[in-house]
């Protein structure tokens, strides 16, 4: 299972990788593990600002469909297009190509609630 370093997690499964006050956001490998083959992924809230923890989308599977929550409050600026037409690139490269939303943080300090890459270890093994 591949978890990396330079990321945070969530209870929840979702990943991010922060650059100054922009989070790109995605599911783990765990997560896309779990689910199986991704058929569709969906992100209505572009441009919108959500909180810490609220819904932002969607996920897709054969057999399931999964939402999406937001790691940290701020506003959806960018949404995964590839994902549109190829929404196995969730399943092929969780952590680089199946990306899925970038969000301008609201209040940085809630990344310090997240899980490093040994504590999401920790809960997976738990599950």
Do not use: C, R
């Not at 939402?67 to 092929?92: C, H, K, R, Y």
Request: aromatic share 8%; net charge negative.
């Amino acid at each position: 299972m591949n978890i990396p370093n330079n990321l945070m997690f969530t209870k929840d499964h979702e990943w991010i990788l922060l650059e100054g006050d922009i989070a790109t956001v995605g599911i783990t490998d765990f997560a896309q593990g779990e689910l199986g083959d991704i058929v569709y992924v969906e992100v209505d809230t572009l441009g919108e600002t959500l909180d810490n923890e609220a819904v932002f989308g969607t996920v897709e599977a054969v057999k399931t469909v999964s939402d999406l929550f937001m790691p940290a409050s701020g506003i959806i600026e960018s949404f995964n297009q590839e994902l549109e037409s190829t929404p196995e690139l969730v399943n092929d490269d969780p952590y680089g190509a199946g990306w899925m939303i970038k969000i301008k943080l609201s209040n940085p300090d809630e990344i310090s609630s997240l899980l490093d890459s040994k504590g999401y270890e920790e809960l997976i093994k738990g599950e």
